[in-house]
């Protein structure tokens, strides 16, 4: 009978295996979550920020991002659940640790839909004025809301297939920008490392840049909770957080690179803060403009199915483990497969763009990014250094104690530069949480003590 009920578990496992997400789904779904073209639309705010070292602001970020990608990768190689941050710093630093950060992260997987929806309805009028901004904010909020709906291997072949056109088109640009430079400046301008460093360089700026830039990795993150849908979940998952965070990074900073070399300086935009249909309309002409903008188009869309599936899983298991109400958030759909609720849920937040600017979200969205990062280098040495005791012979020293501890400083120095905007209003959002936190133990006691009378 135990042997039978083995057999049965195992095949179970198999079958899930099965149809789960392979890793380089995976990875396709977390480079879709960070959107390569980003670059293009950040650009101009960060180029402005840094005095014109946009990538060597990306450099400071990958950095800082591929240590605390590596305690990511460790705590996904043990944890059972998934649930990013919010599952990782409540195993090794109690719930009520968990709860806040968990909390914080909401802020930046609320925001990330959210701004995708914004730069559709900003990409789209630009393409077709005749149609309202706020039509299209419905209409990108509407699809990417529906077919969230769906199973998950729908949502990975649908970010294959937004992530490449873009990608393609990208490595176009690259060479429009080489030939343009070529053709007006000589092609010694193109091999140059004026990009990079160009005249006196302070730090201060360039950790402010990357400060801003940090929250364009997150597809690290997001990976993480797609953990029960995944084959082989332990040994995928690790290796999905490092490569969606090395190729991401890479692209970036390519992009960055060549943009940089044709704009030293924002001197030539009208609006640096949504430089993107100005960047390639220089580049490469109004034809040019409207098939890139097309592709950033199917960019944004690509990110916003991914964004927006992680939010809802990260609602779906905060609601699993009774913080939001279990019966509506806690609950996946039978026919559906997916938490219909939640996904419903960020859908109807997302359409908050209309009344939002690019500037505002993104700032927004570096604080709660950061509180995510923190904690999970934190809880690293929390668990493994303090809970479990591996505190033997250098390998652990390093691992568990020296190199989280340093993951820790170096996202310090982004959360010193982060806009006072951003920290306020985290602040404020941290400030909600609280409330809701005690509110939520009140309650608790209240039933426990009517229970014990009763």
Known sequence: MSTQKNLGVKRSLNERDTKGLSLWQVIVIGV????????FDTFGIVSGTTQGRVPLAYLFALVAMLLTAFSYARFSRVSEKSGSAYTYAAESCGQSFGFFVGWCALLDYMLLPLINALLCGIYLAALIPSVPYWAWVLLSAGLV???????????ANLSFLFVLAPVMLMLVFIYLVIHGVGM??????????APLLNGDMHISPLIAGASILCFSFLGFDAVTTLSHETKDPKKNIPRAVMLTTLIGGVIFFLAAWFIQLYFPTNAQFKHPDEALPEIVLYVGGAVFQSVFLTAQIMNTIASGLASHASASRLIYIMGCDGIFN?????????????????????????????????????????????????AVNLSVFMKFYVREGQSQGWRNKFFNAVLPLISVAAIMCLWVNLEKSALMFGCTWFGVGVIFYLYRKFKKQAIAINGAFQ
């Not at 007006?184 to 490392?193: A, D, F, P």
Request: with cysteine; hydrophobic share 55%; proline share 3%.
């Open 145 to 155: 809301t529906l077919v969230n709906c769906f199973r998950v291997r729908i949502l």
């Open 184 to 193: 007006k400046q000589g092609y010694e301008h193109v091999w140059t490392i």
């Open 32 to 39: 879709a979550y960070m959107t390569p073209m980003t670059v």
């Open 326 to 374: 279990k019966k509506t958030f806690g609950h996946l759909n039978g026919r559906l497969g997916t938490p219909l609720f939640a996904t419903l849920f960020v859908g109807l937040i997302s359409l908050s763009a209309i009344f939002l600017d690019l500037a505002q979200v993104v700032n927004l969205i570096s604080f709660g990014a950061l509180i995510a990062f923190t």
